[in-house]
């Protein structure tokens, strides 16, 4: 078992910065591809970003492309997404998830989450 759980989010106005913390727990973090997701009220959970277990690589939607940045620290069980340049169009709940192996971009991919935390840009 993996425990997951998201901080950081919060109300920004557009154009504003926010970084999200995932903090893990349990299993060895350093054996698991991390990733983030973000659910819109009425829409399907979406792929966001994603980093490989040793962190060498990483992979974003389009959406996000220049303005997020994954990273983490496996000698403290955190993976990080910082987000700038944020847009009303960013506002969900963002969740942290990990998976065994590579990085994938499905959530139907990944065996762990976290309970989320929501970000709110204003316009």
């Known amino acids: 078992q993996v425990q997951l759980v998201e901080s950081g989010g919060g109300l920004v106005q557009a154009g504003g910065s926010l970084r999200l913390s995932c903090a893990a727990s349990?299993?060895?973090?350093?054996?698991?591809?991390m990733a983030w997701f973000r659910q819109a009220p009425g829409k399907e959970r979406e792929f966001v970003a994603a980093?490989?277990?040793?962190?060498?690589?990483?992979d974003y939607a389009d959406s996000v492309k220049g303005r997020f940045t994954v990273s983490r620290d496996n000698a403290k069980n955190t993976v990080d997404l910082r987000m700038n340049n944020l847009k009303p169009e960013d506002t969900a709940v963002y969740y942290c998830?990990?998976?065994?192996?590579?990085?994938?971009?499905?959530?139907?991919?990944?065996?762990?989450w976290g309970q989320g935390t929501q970000v709110t840009v204003s316009s």
């Open positions: 349990g299993r060895t973090f350093s054996n698991y591809a």
């Open positions: 998830a990990a998976r065994q192996g590579s990085r994938r971009v499905s959530p139907s991919r990944y065996d762990y």
């Open positions: 980093i490989t277990s040793i962190g060498d690589s990483t």
